[in-house]
């Protein structure tokens, strides 16, 4: 069943059609965006950490991704680091790519998780977790 949405975009395209001298088939939108390819590095993403859904290894998460993008081809070293301007923050970092899904908590010892090696092919999501105290955070992608 269409939505009122997908009606009234149904109804605005086919009242164009004549205008645009062809027929036009409709195809209802997605309510999931589709994920656009990863900028040029060094690429920076900003946001609030945690969220309401508590993974046992990573902590609080977003019940959607803080960042999704996609890579073309597979890249043999490609970093993914938080950080935060918070003193103390404890942030955690998931991946979750056509490999699986990796969940990163404290990476050389600190607090802040980071990512560093191959990424194959494929569509990405990323969630920067806490441990209950959500906090301002980036995550830079880099080479």
Same mark, same amino acid.
């Given at each position: 069943? %269409?939505?009122?949405?997908?009606? &009234?975009?149904?109804?605005? @395209? %086919?009242?164009? &059609?004549?205008?645009?001298? $062809?027929?036009? %088939?409709?195809?209802?939108v997605? /309510?999931?965006? *589709? ?26 998460? $977003?019940?959607?991704a803080?960042?999704?993008f ?13 950080? /935060?301007?918070? @003193? ?6 998931? @991946? ?5 899904? &990796?969940? %990163? ?10 990512? /560093? ?5 494929? *569509? ?7 441990? $209950?105290? /959500? ?9």
């Open positions: 069943m %269409l939505t009122q949405r997908q009606l &009234t975009q149904a109804v605005t @395209i %086919l009242s164009l &059609t004549p205008m645009l001298g $062809g027929l036009m %088939l409709f195809v209802p997605s /309510s999931r965006a *589709e994920a656009e390819a990863l900028p040029p590095l060094p690429h920076t993403v900003q946001g609030q950490s945690g969220g309401n859904s508590y993974s046992n290894d990573c902590g609080y998460v $977003g019940d959607a803080n960042y999704t996609r890579l073309a081809q597979a890249t043999s070293n490609l970093s993914a680091s938080v950080t /935060s301007p918070a @003193i103390g923050a404890d942030m955690t970092l998931t @991946i979750k790519g056509p490999d699986g899904r &990796t969940c %990163l908590d404290d990476t050389n010892a600190s607090l802040m998780p980071s990512y /560093s090696g191959p990424w194959p092919a494929g *569509e990405y999501q990323v969630w920067v977790g806490d441990w $209950g105290d /959500s906090q301002p955070f980036s995550l830079t992608f880099s080479n």
